[in-house]
Every structure is written in C-alpha cells, then in structure tokens.
C-alpha cells in the first residue's frame, strides 16, 4: 500500500483546480400585458417574482390593443402586438389575450397565476446551441439545423421597478409597477445551423440586454442569454 504524507496530499488538493460549473441556461418568461388590463397586475407582480431567479429571463411586453378603451399604454408598442399575435397562430389560439405568459416559445399560460407559470419553467427546457452576449458581440455555436433560419433577436429592456400611475380605464386611479419592461427588439440576423457571430449596436444607458435564438414565426426558443 502507498502512502501519502498528510502535507503532500493537502498540496495536491490545493493544486488541483475546480472543475468551471456550465451556467444554468435560461428559460425565457415573456408577458404580454396591458395597463389598461385589470386582469394584468398580478402578472406584472409575477414577472417580479421571476425576475430574480438566475436561470429565468423574464421580460413584459406592453400591447396596443387595449388602447381604444380607456387608457393608453405608456410602453405598448405595435411590434410587441405583432410578437404575441405571431404567437398564437404557433400555439394554435384564435387570438391574443391579456395577461398571456409565453415560456421558451413553447407552451403559455394565463401570466396571473405563478404555480403555472413555474410548473411550465419546469416541464419547458431549452436545449439549442451555446449562446455567449459580451460586448465584443454574440456568438453562436454550432447545432441542430434549423428547417429555416432562425431569427437572432437583441431585446433591450428596463430592469428597474417603474411605478405608472394609470389615469383612466380599467385601472383607474391605480399605481401600477412594472419590471423587466422591453423597450426594443431588432433581429440581428438569421442563424442556419453553424457557428456565428453577430455584432451589437451601441448599448442604451440604462437598459440590459439579452439575446434570443428562435425558430423561425415565434416557434421554440433554441437558445437565450443575458448581458
């Protein structure tokens, strides 16, 4: 039997290094929510909740078509509008709603109950190429190939609490936060199946970043990372 004096076996645990932890990938929790909606603030309050755990990427997109009645939306934006009805033609719906929860692009719930929204965070898993977001730009590794170009979505967003007072509509008289508010989404590009770079325009003061990998016509999410 070979023996190892103590102070050499505590040398060779000093010197062995520690084995790097991959990072947990991210599942993607987008809320499509309104001001104007007064089923919408405890999914905004949930969005909150999400925002904390480090392998969720939660984001609120404001919608328009609450607008007509009551209250404009302070952050709504056409295209967000045009995200959520692309999704459901993919999640086979007759239309939009309000609060909708869309995990990974796969699967979506009503966004006020939160058990629901943690049991499809569970069940979706997003298991596409490796996405690395750095200031230098996004790379995209190597995967499965798409039956089309996936898009390569950057979205910019508030990660602040903001407080809106509503002055009209449903909520009238309320004080509404919000958190994680997406204030852009640009297509960087498509993505076939190989290694890929893309580059980034110049940050926003104030914003985080994140980008989406994503089949093409809001299908799956393939892969998600944040700066």
Not at 187 to 200: P, V, Y
Request: hydrophobic share 45%.
């Amino acid at each position: 039997m070979i023996r190892l004096a103590l102070p050499l076996l505590v040398s060779l645990a000093i010197a062995l290094p520690a084995f790097a932890q991959p990072a947990p990938r991210l599942s993607v929790v987008e809320l499509f929510t309104s001001q104007g909606c007064s089923s919408c603030p405890p999914a905004n309050d949930n969005v909150a909740v999400l925002s904390n755990r480090p392998d969720v990427l939660a984001l609120s997109f404001g919608v328009t078509y609450w607008d007509q009645l009551g209250w404009k939306d302070t952050f709504a934006n056409p295209a967000y509008t045009d995200r959520q009805v692309a999704y459901a033609h993919s999640l086979k719906h007759d239309g939009p709603f309000t609060p909708q929860v869309v995990v990974d692009g796969k699967a979506d719930v009503v966004g006020n109950v939160l058990p629901e929204i943690e049991r499809l965070i569970a069940r979706e898993q997003i298991t596409g190429p490796a996405l690395t977001l750095s200031s230098g730009g996004v790379e995209v590794g190597a995967g499965k190939v798409p039956a089309a170009p996936a898009d390569v979505w950057l979205v910019s967003y508030d990660p602040r609490v903001v407080q809106v007072p509503v002055k009209a509509g449903e909520n009238n008289g309320r004080t509404l936060p919000h958190k994680n508010v997406v204030k852009a989404l640009l297509r960087l590009g498509g993505w076939t199946g190989q290694a890929a770079h893309f580059n980034l325009p110049p940050a926003t003061p104030g914003l985080s970043t994140a980008v989406l990998v994503q089949t093409k016509g809001a299908g799956p999410i393939l892969a998600a990372a944040r700066g």
